[in-house]
């Protein structure tokens, strides 16, 4: 208590709330804190209200989010922000600007409303911020136009003048001063940025500056999304100031600090041209360790520079100490560093700051990394996510070194629990990072998936089955050894056991028929005609693992998951089940799966799964989950005129709640069309479905997998040559070893017949000038070229002459197909007479028979001048 009030007396003689300016003195505040456990984890899987799934995700101390900033106690990070208890800016209602909770009480946190206790004279700040928050709630409340704000804005901060520093570190300034930042002028701005940057060695450490911190660097980038280059904000003052972190050594106790560390990670995405917003819309992204969505895309060239700047400096700091990535403050740091140099194309720091994780060295690329630092990492709840990272950003060689030579080896113990609590997601992010079908194959063959699918089976494995059936459709290949593992495990062997196949899948454990998912439950808000409680059917509780695997096995080949068809016809017969499942976020999800023109199943099953909520669409349109079923049934029931529109008399007939609560249903089905022109929606719904039943083939033939798994690999390439690209870059060959510099006429796709390199260099010093100054050899490059590109432009006319006759002898066929064809192209009138539509068919079928008589014309004379074939017809045999 004594040294509570001495700390008081001494803040206000020196007319600041703030307690400490260093990272010094943080430091030693925070060896008297409490400190909460290492791993803050969910007591199991589950998905959030609005349908997203959380299965298998689990909540670890990763640094994301302090609360030492907040309640005056340093207990460490929170994972990402994700449990509740210490995620945002405190418990409570106190706004996590520092309660009464703790060792660290901040100096006059107890007086309210800028008042202290009675016979003490007020706070030296107080008056100010008092000002400051009346400005602050006009602006809340809002002003007639946005130059109103941000005069009033400007206002109150040059009000603040030289005292800004001292209402940052304040407990109700620095509220304040956040949300003045954001509606002042450029002007305005401009000169507050410039005074916190200069004090940003002291304002971070501080639990209640760095705030302020943040929200200054969030609000320049934002700024720097302006179109208009006037409005844009100054970047001296940013680039200033860290090339002082880096010349003054301050950044390694800049991302060791409880609350520095989340300046820094601010400093790393403000460079990166990130912003989360001036309303914090991209902060949930940035605690989950992604990037915000918002991004400037004309970055400076001298703010790029200070980006690789700091990295070589966070480089440097990597291989100095590795244990850097242990530390709960400094693994987010590296984590967004990591994916801002991906996204920003910097190919060559991201990889040696991946090799430097790993403790691989940085050539040659996909070196093997070091087994000692890869388990210290594994076993380490901020080092497991830094390995994610590496595992999502690195290079395909990268990649694959490491799976091949580390996470192959201990799949089998991290699948199975015997690796730490992190093996498991950890074997999450391997299984989306598998690049092709060899790793896909060995990841199949080291997981048990017996293990991870059985009844005492945690969450988390049951995730690794689904990131590898994901892992399956990406890679389009491994669907029959999978599916039939899988099966197999839940004991889904005979054809006795296909009316448990949709529950077992469910619930992921043998539960019987369908019935079983269903649990009743009295409602208290009906009345049934007798006077009782109207009761509705519900599911029981599902492991959230279960829908998902679900929906991604009616993504598979229809032969390969055919018990998927024979389980269906059971399923259908409880009409109360189809409408819990549709109104279940996690079920509806894959009764859409299932009623796809993709689907696994077969068309006349999704035609009858359609037509088995007949009399069930008024009750799912108005509902926030079952509105999406109701659409989706409305577009599987393309092709049945009479479905349709008894899906519309059952939708009309809720109009007015339709309308008010799903909306968007009412537009996907077309309802107005429907309730104002009955003719001709009518008529309309004849021609879609009399065009469903002619090019049935051609709607329901696409495979859109195939197409989307051709797009990642194309993807994924385009990252691969990328990265080619940065190691062929002179500036960067010059840097590497003699063996790693790839030399041009090496290439694959290069030309053989070089005669220098054929030659095997010629003299020595004349062959290697010549290749460096591209004179002789150059000039036999470029004509080879050209009589390659001659070459490759005379097979595609050939190419092309085939193909024409192809399509003339095929227009010969059936002249009407080719008309309609062709109508259906544009290419042809559709108002023609009939005299002149059979004087085009006489005339093209004229001319097909005359190309087929010159074309055997031709084949009889070129035969007699190509003795290596053997001659068409009788005389040939």
């Not at 690329?365 to 210290?376: E, I, L, V």
């Not at 693992?545 to 229809?558: K, N, S």
């Amino acid at each position: 208590m004594e040294g509570t009030l001495r700390q008081r007396k001494l803040a206000k003689a020196a007319g600041t709330s703030a307690v400490g300016t260093s990272v010094k003195n943080a430091a030693r505040r925070r060896r008297h804190g409490t400190v909460p456990p290492a791993l803050v984890r969910t007591p199991g899987a589950a998905w959030a209200a609005d349908g997203t799934e959380t299965a298998g995700r689990r909540v670890r101390t990763s640094g994301w989010r302090s609360s030492s900033r907040r309640n005056g106690t340093d207990s460490g990070n929170c994972a990402g922000g994700r449990d509740k208890r210490w995620a945002g800016r405190g418990a409570g209602k106190s706004s996590g600007r520092g309660s009464h909770s703790g060792v660290n009480r901040v100096v006059g946190a107890s007086s309210r409303a800028g008042v202290d206790a009675p016979g003490r004279p007020r706070r030296p700040l107080s008056d100010l911020i008092d000002y400051l928050r009346a400005c602050t709630k006009t602006l809340q409340e809002g002003l007639s136009a946005r130059e109103d704000e941000a005069m009033l804005a400007s206002r109150a901060v040059e009000e603040i003048g030289e005292r800004a520093l001292a209402v940052a570190s304040d407990q109700r300034g620095s509220k304040v001063l956040e949300r003045l930042l954001r509606k002042a002028g450029k002007e305005t701005f401009d000169d507050l940025f410039r005074q916190l940057m200069a004090a940003l060695p002291d304002l971070a450490p501080n639990q209640y500056a760095s705030h302020v911190l943040e929200s200054a660097l969030a609000s320049w980038a934002d700024r720097m999304l302006s179109e208009a280059e006037a409005a844009r904000p100054q970047t001296e003052p940013l680039i200033a100031q860290c090339n002082a972190l880096m010349r003054d050594g301050a950044w390694p106790a800049l991302v060791e600090d409880a609350c520095a560390s989340h300046v820094a990670r601010s400093l790393v995405l403000t460079l990166g041209g990130f912003t989360t917003g001036q309303d914090g819309e991209g902060k949930a992204a940035v605690r989950a360790g992604q990037l915000p969505q918002r991004r400037c895309e004309h970055l400076p060239e001298e703010l790029a520079e200070s980006r690789r700047a700091v990295a070589r400096v966070l480089l440097n700091l990597l291989q100095q100490d590795e244990t850097i990535c242990l530390s709960a403050n400094a693994s987010p740091v590296i984590q967004l560093l990591v994916r801002v140099l991906r996204d920003r194309k910097d190919r060559a720091l991201l990889n040696q700051v991946c090799a430097a994780i790993v403790g691989a060295p940085s050539e040659p690329a996909g070196a093997t990394p070091d087994a000692k630092r890869c388990d210290s990492l594994l076993h380490s709840a901020a080092g497991s996510r830094a390995l994610e990272a590496v595992l999502e950003t690195a290079s395909a060689e990268a990649a694959s070194s490491m799976f091949t030579s580390f996470f192959r080896l201990r799949m089998r113990a991290m699948t199975s629990g015997g690796a730490g609590e992190f093996g498991l997601y950890l074997a999450q992010k391997v299984a989306d990072s598998l690049r092709d079908e060899p790793q896909l194959m060995l990841m199949l063959a080291e997981v048990d998936l017996a293990t991870c699918l059985s009844p005492s089976a945690v969450a988390p494995q049951k995730v690794v089955v689904v990131r590898l059936l994901e892992a399956c459709l990406r890679l389009q290949t491994g669907f029959k050894h999978i599916a039939t593992e899988v099966f197999r495990a839940l004991g889904l062997r005979n054809n006795s056991e296909n009316h448990k196949v949709w529950p077992t899948l469910l619930c992921l454990e043998d539960i019987g028929g369908p019935e079983a998912l269903l649990r009743e439950i009295a409602s208290e808000s009906g009345k049934n005609a007798g006077g009782g409680c109207q009761i509705h059917a519900k599911l029981r509780p599902l492991p959230a693992a279960g829908p998902q695997l679900l929906g991604l096995l009616l993504r598979f080949p229809q032969e390969v998951v055919q018990i998927l068809n024979l389980g269906l016809p059971k399923l259908l017969e409880h009409q109360e089940l189809l409408g819990a499942l549709a109104r279940e976020p996690r079920t509806a999800r894959v009764l859409e799966a299932a009623l796809k023109s993709t689907s696994a199943l077969l068309p006349k099953l999704r035609m009858r799964l359609t037509r088995a909520f007949t009399g069930s669409l008024g009750g799912l349109g108005p509902h926030h989950v079952g509105g999406w079923v109701a659409a989706a049934l409305w577009r599987s029931s393309l092709g049945s005129t009479t479905l349709r529109a008894k899906f519309a008399e059952e939708l009309l007939a809720v109009e007015d709640e339709l309308r008010a609560n799903n909306f968007a249903v009412w537009k996907v089905c077309g309802l107005n069309a429907a309730k104002v022109r009955k003719e001709e929606w009518a008529e309309q719904q004849q021609k879609a479905s009399k065009t469903k039943r002619i090019f049935s083939e051609i709607i329901d033939g696409g495979d859109t997998e195939a197409a989307q798994a051709a797009q990642r690999a194309r993807l994924r390439a385009a990252e691969d040559a990328a990265d080619a690209a940065v190691r062929t870059d002179p500036t960067i060959a010059g840097l590497l070893p003699a063996g790693e510099v790839v030399d041009e006429e090496e290439q694959p796709d290069g030309d053989g017949s070089d005669p220098v390199a054929a030659t095997g260099g010629g003299d020595g010093e004349d062959a290697e000038l010549d290749r460096l100054f591209n004179k002789s050899g150059g000039k036999q490059r470029k004509r080879h070229r050209k009589e390659a590109a001659a070459a490759a432009d005379e097979a595609a006319a050939v190419i092309q002459k085939e193909q024409t006759g192809c399509l003339a002898l095929k227009a010969s066929g059936d002249a009407s197909l080719d008309e309609v064809l062709q109508m259906i192209s544009g290419k042809a009138p559709g108002n023609i007479s009939k005299k002149q539509r059979k004087k085009r068919r006489s005339a093209t079928a004229a001319e097909a028979r005359a190309g087929a008589a010159s074309g055997s014309d031709d084949d009889e004379v070129r035969t007699p001048s190509r003795p290596g074939k053997r001659a068409k017809g009788p005389a040939g045999e």
